[in-house]
């Protein structure tokens, strides 16, 4: 039989009987060797995650730095990929352009959830307001696929919804997305309607947390709707706001099917984003080691807006 050693700890005074455990003691069991047994339980899943995610970054990495074409072995150039993406006017048009889409996308979504979650949240809290969320968030289940062919109809320049109905009202058919001063807007404004119900719902979620004292105290005080909203609603969500704009401007930098589906990236390469200038480098003209140096930019950019939220709600 084996002997199982352990000590106490005693928490008062005086000695203890031998054996026997003095009032108020602890058992102190002797160090255990750590146990991996834990790793089988969550081996699938890293493994899937080495395999979809780890790999192929470590992958993109490698081919970055290698004049790689699909069609031969790739060949070690250093950074020279880089130094070329330095000066090649169309990344740089391609980055400034996504930067732009963002800059459309992210504040309006934004304040378009937040203003119709909280008008839901304070006042339609029924089978309305219901309806009204279910009906928002039906664009978000749809993909983007279809939501870029449905709207690239809806703004025909012949046939199009939106301009045979500018006609009936005597207004000229406009070309939206065949000019390169609005088609990257109006790209931007199908993402707006295609996300703000995803963030309406993250949105109306956090409201419920807010204790409804705060509301009740602030009208005893005369404080009205609107006052309210900027000085209860609009603070209490900030961490929420945090998670809603970062997962906007991640979303927005590696905006692809939508812009593809309606545009192509045209006119005259107005709304080309970064992950189409990748898709064109890579499958159309073959050059994998320069797409792998443009992916490898979007990975830093996205990096530091992750890193950028997670100081700001640590900051808090």
Not at 28 to 38: C, I, L, M, N, T
Not at 128 to 139: E, H, K, N, T
Not at 274 to 296: D, H, K, P, T, W
């Amino acid at each position: 039989m084996t002997t199982r050693l352990m000590t106490w700890r005693t928490r008062g005074s005086g000695a203890p009987a031998d054996g026997a455990a003095p009032p108020g003691a602890t058992a102190v069991r002797p160090d255990r060797p750590p146990s991996f047994a834990g790793l089988w339980y969550i081996a699938p899943s890293l493994t899937i995650l080495l395999v979809v995610v780890v790999v192929p970054i470590l992958m993109s990495a490698y081919y970055s730095l290698t004049d790689y074409s699909l069609l031969g072995s790739p060949g070690w150039v250093g950074a020279e990929n880089y130094l070329d993406l330095v000066a090649d006017a169309g990344f740089r048009r391609a980055l400034w352009q996504t930067f732009v889409y963002t800059a459309i996308s992210v504040p309006l979504q934004t304040g378009l959830a937040l203003v119709i979650a909280a008008v839901i949240a304070r006042r339609t809290r029924n089978r309305f307001g219901a309806f009204v969320r279910s009906a928002l968030f039906i664009p978000v289940i749809a993909s983007m696929v279809i939501a870029g062919s449905v709207w690239r109809y809806l703004l025909g320049t012949e046939h199009g919804l939106v301009n045979t109905i500018l006609g009936l009202v005597g207004i000229d058919a406009v070309n939206w997305l065949g000019r390169p001063g609005t088609a990257l807007v109006v790209v931007a404004l199908v993402t707006v309607w295609k996300n703000v119900g995803y963030f309406l719902v993250i949105y109306y979620a956090g409201m419920l947390d807010i204790p409804e004292d705060l509301y009740e105290a602030s009208s005893l005080d005369g404080a009205g709707g609107i006052r309210q909203f900027w000085n209860i609603t609009v603070p209490s969500l900030r961490p929420v706001t945090l998670l809603v704009v970062i997962l906007g401007t991640i979303w927005s930098f590696q905006v692809f099917d939508l812009v593809y589906t309606m545009t192509g990236g045209g006119p005259g390469g107005g709304t080309i984003t970064l992950v189409l200038a990748i898709y064109n480098s890579a499958f159309e003209n073959l050059q994998m080691g320069y797409a792998s140096a443009m992916a490898m930019v979007l990975f830093v950019v996205v990096l530091i807006v992750s890193l950028a939220q997670r100081a700001l709600v640590n900051r808090k």
